[in-house]
């Protein structure tokens, strides 16, 4: 128990060093992303009627107008007639910094100039923070507002988010799709807070601290927003209920345009326009559909959590259950992770996933390491067992062979008389050795397996004791050890003949094991609620700390036992004490002597 709980401490301590990097490492960031991708693809497209339009400058457009740069003539025109459809608000994805013909500017001038809510495109020049800004041209822009047209690639070069706010050179612009959003709402501008922006009432979790970055909840891939072909404008083609009250965005869906960008949704290798994307950024704020990390303080309980869950299925189930058990998490994060996604909550899924896989893989291993270890124990166990059983049958065959070899000599009609009454004695006390030796081992098994019943009885220690030295010291004269004894008055209720059986094996191991000469000491002391503390003292070989507890086994005997013996005896001691409700204790030290102590309750 004490070497499980080690490993499992130590596996552990293994396990929460590599919970880090399991969860934030490049692949794994990297993986997040592609997670995110594939559960935003997973989501139907958004349906209904969605303020945005796009007015798309396409193949066809510039097939009949002109190769890019965009016609200001044709623009112009088209924005007279886009007037007339009464849209909410006009934003122009074109960079209208330099100065075209004068007249053809100065019809363009006069087409923006009848939109009261326009929003214009500018770009930085760089990426340096001195870039300058590609700003459109005062006379053309008039009072309209100015957005800008980044998006804000990751690493990989997907476009995930956008900046809401970008300096440079000294100004700031908000995002395109950002100011779209405002005109449409009537606000004023964002108002910074802290931790988020406001917009008329409506709080943008865009951050000062991650540079105003907003992720686009996109609705759907390339076209799920109504789009008109600005040449089908021109040619009047187009329905002005597509247009009426809404925010047209105007912009470059050429294919060679190059305005293409990468996006979770792009599909087929094309990228996204970026005036789609804008839609999706107007759709983002205006619908308040937010998408936000799970931050910090929710990310690592949530580790947390999948890493013990993981640890707990390796502890409880095996086998089948416990693949199952796994593979249904497994399964169960993705679609949790989806599920927080429908609800705005973007979870780092493949962080989790490799936490837990981390995690199952460090516990399972414990829990095979335990398994495993316990499996060495017990061969061990096995073997060893085995291996005393021997020893029992070796002891056993000692006593039968003297038998078998006097009673063949019995036999022999030669053999004078007086002889014949020796082997007669031989055989007598070979073969109760034998009876007891037997009875020793059935007394322990029937004794640990609770079927021999104690006959409890008032029994006086003095007498008991009495009785038990007097055989002891038959036996300790051999060996002319003295046993003194200390046994002052004293009762309990106990199996006498169990009891005494008991005390004798103490008083004949501590003379076994005690050089020749040396004294025995026996004590009976009070102890506590009216039981008693039998100990029996000597001054012999001692015994190892590791083999303190195992000498209580059955057959165990000592390394150093030299002396002939079954490993039966402290069994039955220790046997008899449990099952008078007490205990054995044993307090040694190599060398310097032992002393065992029947620690035995009132009884009552
Ligand atoms: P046995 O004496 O037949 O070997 P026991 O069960 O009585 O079996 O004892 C188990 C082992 O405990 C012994 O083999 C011996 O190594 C050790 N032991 C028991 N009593 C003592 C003692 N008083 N001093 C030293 N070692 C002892």
Redesign the pocket.
């Known amino acids: 128990m004490g070497e499980k709980l080690h490993v499992r401490l130590i596996c552990l301590a293994i396990l929460a060093a590599g919970l880090p990097f399991a969860a934030w490492n490049d692949f794994v960031e990297q993986t997040n992303r592609q997670f995110y991708d594939l559960l935003l693809s997973l989501r139907a497209p958004a349906g209904g009627r969605a303020p945005a339009v796009l007015l798309a400058v396409d193949d066809q457009t510039l097939a009949r107008y002109g190769p890019l740069p965009f016609s200001r003539a044709a623009l112009a025109r088209g924005l007279g007639v886009l007037a007339g459809f009464e849209p909410r608000v006009v934003g122009i994805d074109l960079l209208l910094a330099e100065a075209g013909r004068t007249e053809e500017d100065a019809a363009l001038a006069a087409g923006l100039a009848r939109f009261p809510k326009l929003v214009l495109a500018a770009a930085l020049s760089g990426d340096s923070p001195r870039a300058g800004w590609i700003w459109p041209l005062d006379h053309l822009a008039g009072r309209a507002s100015i957005g800008h047209v980044h998006a804000a690639p990751d690493e990989d070069g997907v476009v995930r988010s956008v900046l809401l706010e970008k300096q440079g050179g000294g100004r700031r612009a908000w995002a395109f799709g950002l100011e779209c959003a405002r005109l449409y709402l009537g606000a004023g501008a964002p108002v910074e807070e802290r931790a988020s922006l406001l917009l008329s009432g409506l709080r943008i979790p865009a951050r000062r601290d991650e540079s105003r970055r907003l992720l686009v909840n996109y609705a759907g891939p390339e076209g799920v927003f109504r789009r008109v072909s600005f040449r089908s404008l021109l040619e009047g083609q187009a329905d002005p209920a597509d247009f009426r009250d809404r925010i047209v965005i105007v912009g470059v869906t050429a294919q060679g345009a190059g305005d293409r960008l990468f996006t979770p949704l792009s599909s087929g290798g094309l990228g996204m326009s970026g005036i789609e994307i804008h839609a999706n950024v107007v759709r983002t704020v205006l619908e308040g559909a937010f998408l936000g990390p799970l931050g910090a303080p929710a990310e690592i309980p949530g580790y947390l959590a999948v890493a013990g869950a993981a640890v707990a299925l390796a502890k409880r189930l095996r086998g089948l259950k416990l693949a199952s058990a796994l593979a249904a998490l497994m399964l169960a994060l993705p679609s949790a992770s989806y599920a927080a996604l429908r609800a705005g909550s973007v979870w780092p899924l493949a962080s989790l996933l490799a936490v837990f896989v981390w995690a199952a893989g460090v516990a399972l291993a414990a829990e095979y390491g335990i398994a495993a270890a316990a499996l060495r124990r017990e061969e061990r166990r096995r073997q060893e067992y085995a291996f005393r059983v021997q020893a029992m049958a070796h002891e056993i065959k000692t006593p039968l062979t003297a038998i078998q070899g006097s009673s063949e000599m019995i036999a022999d009609a030669s053999v004078p008389e007086p002889a014949r009454a020796e082997i007669a004695g031989l055989i007598h006390k070979e073969s109760k050795r034998l009876t007891g030796l037997v009875e020793t081992f059935l007394n322990v098994e029937r004794i640990s397996a609770g079927s021999l019943a104690l006959e409890k009885q008032p029994v006086d220690l003095a007498a008991l004791c009495a009785e038990v030295l007097e055989r002891a010291r038959l036996y300790a004269a051999r060996k002319r050890t003295a046993i003194q004894a200390e046994v002052p008055p004293a009762a309990i209720l106990a199996d006498p003949e169990l009891l005494s059986f008991a005390v004798y ?1 103490l008083l004949t ?2 003379v ?2 005690s050089p020749k000469q040396s004294t025995v000491r026996l004590e009976v002391r009070a102890g506590a609620g009216g039981g008693v503390l039998i100990s029996v003292t ?1 001054s ?4 190892e700390p590791a083999e303190q507890k195992r ?1 209580f086994e059955r057959f ?3 390394k ?2 030299a002396e002939p ?7 039955l001691v220790k046997e008899i004490a449990v099952q008078h409700g007490g205990r054995v204790e044993v307090d ?1 030290k190599p060398g310097a002597g ?1 002393r ?1 102590t029947l620690v035995l309750p009132a009884g009552d």
Do not use: E, W
């Open positions: 094996n191991n501590a076994k094991y000597d012999g070989q001692g015994i000498i165990y005997r000592g150093q036992a013996g079954t490993g039966l005896g402290l069994a040694s032992s065992f």
